[in-house]
């Protein structure tokens, strides 16, 4: 079955950077739109970069421009999310979401990121 397993999240210091990992399985990892979501506490899941394959084609929230990159290594059938500057309002719990070509939405776990001084 298709399983999302997000890593790499932790308490990080203001400025600081983290990457993220959804290691995925149980698909074919060559045509899919990968995204992550990130969900603070009190508010609404917001949808934060998405990457699409084949394509390479991504995406960002304007709130992350410039700070986060995300990117995929298909051969390890993994997505990642370099995020660099973080801020508190960074603070959240981020999820990992795939939309295969079948049309159906996968959820990871969530991993949750910290960032304060």
């Known amino acids: 079955q298709v399983q999302l397993v997000e890593s790499g999240g932790g308490l990080v210091q203001p400025g600081g950077s983290l990457r993220l990992s959804c290691a995925a399985s149980?698909?074919?990892?060559?045509?899919?739109?990968m995204s992550w979501y990130r969900q603070a506490p009190g508010k609404e899941r917001e949808l934060v970069a998405t990457?699409?394959?084949?394509?390479?084609?991504?995406t960002y929230t304007d709130s992350v421009k410039g700070r986060f990159t995300i990117s995929s290594d298909n051969a390890k059938n993994t997505v990642y999310l370099q995020m660099n500057s973080l801020n508190p309002e960074d603070t959240a719990v981020y999820y990992c979401?795939?939309?295969?070509?079948?049309?159906?939405?996968?959820w990871g776990q969530g991993t949750q990121v910290a960032v304060s001084s």
């Open positions: 149980g698909f074919a990892f060559s045509s899919y739109v």
């Open positions: 990457i699409t394959s084949p394509s390479g084609r991504t």
């Open positions: 979401r795939a939309v295969l070509s079948t049309g159906n939405v996968y």
